[in-house]
């Protein structure tokens, strides 16, 4: 089957207008109803809405458990999306602090591919890495790149950091954590719903916590877009040609 029309019935998202002129730029159709289309390119993250009245087209989604494609399963898709996410993290970072990248004390939660896209920017800024993880192969990882390396019982203690990024996606900041931090740190949670740090106690605390998540729709709209667009197009390719 060939797919050459496609429908973005969502572009609340500005990502996905780019993603429509990429694909619009290599020969495929946009049209404005989904009746006409071969396939439905919708945002990331999907909602259950969004499927709805779509029958029985091809669907292109990032994220989520639904019918049809999740681009955002892709390896190469996840690993650029990480380097725009961590690219997005240090414009965030500038915005917030007068302080230099170089030489500053950075303590990286989790090592993931944003921790390690992120791990990898700042490193070659100058920043001192410490990285807080779990497994022992993340933990040599995490070495051998350079990092000095803690366990989470580590957050418990006091620290002297000046940034703080946290990629874990469960809460691991919660009291006894946040009574750590130092009181000029920025604290930045970059991991997916619900993050990872009790954001109620951590306003009670006066901690100077700064919300990053979805940093690719942020500072990077058009290359988070096309990323969408070559993704969508390296499928239809390999397994709709």
Do not use: W
Not at 199 to 210: D, E, F, H, Q, R
Request: hydrophobic share 40%; charged share 30%.
């Amino acid at each position: 089957m060939k797919l050459k029309t496609f429908c973005v019935p969502y572009i609340v998202d500005e990502r996905m207008v780019f993603a429509s002129e990429y694909l619009q730029a290599q020969g495929y159709k946009c049209v404005d109803c989904s009746d006409d289309a071969d396939f439905i390119l919708l945002p990331i993250p999907a909602k259950d809405y969004m499927f709805e009245n779509l029958g029985d087209k091809t669907i292109f989604y990032g994220a989520g458990e639904f019918r049809g494609i999740d681009y955002n399963k892709l390896e190469a898709f996840v690993m650029e999306n990480a380097y725009l996410t961590s690219e997005g993290a240090i414009s965030l970072l500038k915005e917030n602090s007068d302080k230099s990248i170089y030489n500053s004390k950075v303590l990286i939660t989790g090592y993931g591919r944003i921790a390690k896209a992120l791990h990898r920017a700042l490193d070659a800024m100058g920043a001192k890495v410490t990285i807080c993880c779990r497994s022992d192969r993340a933990r040599t990882e995490a070495g051998f790149r350079g990092a000095d390396v803690i366990g989470f019982d580590g957050l418990k203690k006091s620290n002297s950091y000046d940034f703080v990024f946290n990629t874990v996606p469960h809460m691991i900041f919660t009291k006894n954590e946040l009574d750590k931090i130092n009181k000029d740190t920025l604290l930045f949670d970059l991991a997916s719903f619900p993050g990872g740090v009790d954001t109620l106690y951590a306003k009670s605390k006066g901690v100077k916590l700064i919300d990053g998540k979805k940093l690719p729709s942020r500072y990077s709209k058009q290359s988070a877009g096309e990323l969408i667009g070559r993704t969508v197009e390296k499928i239809i390719r390999e397994d709709f040609s």
